[in-house]
């Protein structure tokens, strides 16, 4: 999930491996031992789903955090970001601060928790450079962490997978930044392949990556940015969880993942007269299910097909989650009247993002109602921009990554 206050949003800058280590030296005075990238991501079905041990099917975007770092002897690490503002924040590599509200927890974070699975990591300077809008729902805390990850992997030798970088950014954020998010993010930025969605079962983490040729079917995929930002640290993601957590408890079930679709009118009555509990189990049984459907549609070849699917999950989201906003609500309804084949809220909700499935040939038509729905509601204009699938976490050579084309 996106933290706010992150590395970027950079987005218009120069942004690429041989920039970032310009900006490394600027700042650091010597150069780094290399450049590292993760990408932001948007899930494009399974909201809420991941600590739920469920299905998630996201897909990582062009938009990337970049890492320029270099060991050091003296167990310090010093970190900076060219889109946070601020200047080098140092901290101890044996005791780092864990910085409530800043972005630097993220970073920090994952060194900790490398060095508390008893990984022989020293110190080090890194300088961050990021495209992933923060605040959107397009996961910019997980780019930042699995960048990281990935960076400190390589300079101390630790020969750690990509799924196990995704579970220490995912306990750096658990445990060390406070958010109870789960493995669904981490695990995208560092496993996605491009011009794939990746279906990922939570529970045993084993993925599959899906072909998702969007261009070859003629068929866009676009992000509506609403600009409403939102901290997930707030409480309300909290709560949700909390929630969930109680109604596996009282299904007698290890995880709402355990719950058939086909046993959900069961389970609804044995919960009871909890309106609260009973909506969030509703949504994560049938979310789950709306996975599995998308994948049988894209594994068919039937990319339109997911359509409804995406819209159906949109209104799960709205109305038993309670995770929308009116923002998201008017981009989704627009696209919708507009022509689009589906559309959905991603991400933590409460404002970010929405994905909208548009004919190829529509994108600029149900882009411009959206902006046009925004500025009649009094709303900031979106930012809307097509989703590439794209690769996930790798070491850069000195090409430019990231540039977000508008439709």
Known sequence: MAAHGAAGPATGRAHGARHTAAEFTAVYGTAPAGTWAAPGRVNLIGEFTDYNDGFVMPLALPHTTIAAAAPRPDGVLRLHSGGAGGGIVELRTDAPSRAAGSWAAYPAGVLWALREAGLPVGGADLHYDSTVPTGAGLSSSAALEVATALALNDLYGLGLAPQELARIAQRAENAFVGVPCGIMDQTAAACCTAGHALFLDTRDLNYRHVPFDLAGEGLRLLVVDTRVRHELADGAYAERRAGCELGARALGVRTLRDVPYAQLPVALDRLGHDPGVRSLVRHIVTENHRVEQVVARLDAGDIRGIGPLLTAGHASLRDDFVVSCAELDLAVDTA????????????????????????????????????????????????IFPAVPSAGARRLADEPTGTAART
Do not use: D, I, K, Y
Not at 367 to 378: L, Y
């Open 336 to 383: 919708n009247a507009a022509g689009a084949l589906g559309a959905r809220m991603t991400g933590g909700g409460f404002g970010g993002s929405a994905v909208v499935l548009v004919e190829e040939s529509a994108a600029r038509p149900v882009a411009e109602a959206v902006t046009a729905a925004f500025a009649a509601a009094g709303h900031t204009a979106p930012r």
